[in-house]
């Protein structure tokens, strides 16, 4: 199923929510391509674990398999990445179809994370 929206829109939404909260949101499709969110909305910590190769791939991996068990159950599902940082999915149904996803993510899980 195709989803329409005004992504103008829904990027100032995701953006309003990232400003009052302090956490990274952005919404894929279906197949787990971007439609809109905070753009270059990487914490410090992640942009540096990032910058490396391997920790890029890490980050796709972690990403993905937090998409894939969301898909499954069809409910919200969280996960410490593998760099320590909780992330959440949700996905966006209607009619029994997953249309996208909402990633929240970065969280710190821990006061004294260091």
């Known amino acids: 199923m195709i989803l329409h929206c005004n992504k103008r829109k829904l990027d100032a939404t995701l953006s309003d929510f990232h400003k009052a909260t302090g956490v990274n949101i952005s919404m894929v499709d279906a197949s787990f391509s971007p439609i809109a969110g905070v753009s270059g909305a990487h914490c410090k910590y992640?942009?540096?674990?990032?910058?490396?190769?391997?920790?890029?791939?890490a980050c796709i991996k972690s990403d993905m398999q937090l998409f894939q068990r969301c898909a499954a159950s069809m409910t919200v599902e969280m996960q410490i990445c593998h760099a320590g940082l909780m992330d959440i999915a949700v996905p966006i149904i209607y009619k029994d179809c997953i249309l996208a996803y909402l990633i929240m993510g970065q969280i710190k899980t821990d006061y004294n994370f260091s």
């Open 46 to 57: 992640c942009s540096i674990i990032q910058a490396s190769p391997i920790g890029k791939c």
